[in-house]
């Protein structure tokens, strides 16, 4: 069974930016697509971004077109979200995610097999 684990969540002020990783535990040759979540207190699991693993086609949350870029490194086994002008509204816990047996749309949670433990983003006004 594949693992995910996160790194890369911090404490940045509005406007700034902040990288997170996600690290596989051994090769994805299963993986047809990772995706980016995030939670905020009180608030559901949401989409933000996701990557198929070997097409390398993106898909993101409109709130954050244009300032999230969501990358894959195949040979490292790496998913990253790059995150720039980040706002307070930003701010949650981010899930990394991959899809291992396809169910439905890259932006639904629950077509997600594995998650990483999460890592958390706070953005200060």
């Known amino acids: 069974q594949v693992q995910l684990v996160e790194s890369g969540g911090g404490l940045v002020q509005a406007g700034g930016s902040l990288r997170l990783s996600c690290a596989a535990s051994r090769r994805t040759s299963s993986v047809y697509a990772m995706g980016w979540f995030r939670q905020a207190p009180g608030k559901e699991r949401d989409f933000v971004a996701s990557?198929?693993?070997?097409?390398?086609?993106?898909n993101y949350k409109d709130p954050v077109k244009g300032r999230f870029t969501i990358s894959r490194d195949n040979a490292k086994n790496m998913v990253y979200l790059e995150m720039n002008s980040l706002k307070p509204e930003d701010t949650a816990v981010y899930y990394c995610?991959?899809?291992?047996?396809?169910?439905?749309?890259?932006?639904?949670?629950?077509?997600?097999?594995?998650w990483g433990q999460g890592t958390q983003v706070t953005v200060s006004s």
């Open positions: 990557i198929t693993w070997s097409g390398g086609r993106t």
């Open positions: 995610a991959a899809v291992t047996s396809y169910r439905g749309t890259y932006d639904d949670p629950a077509n997600f097999q594995l």
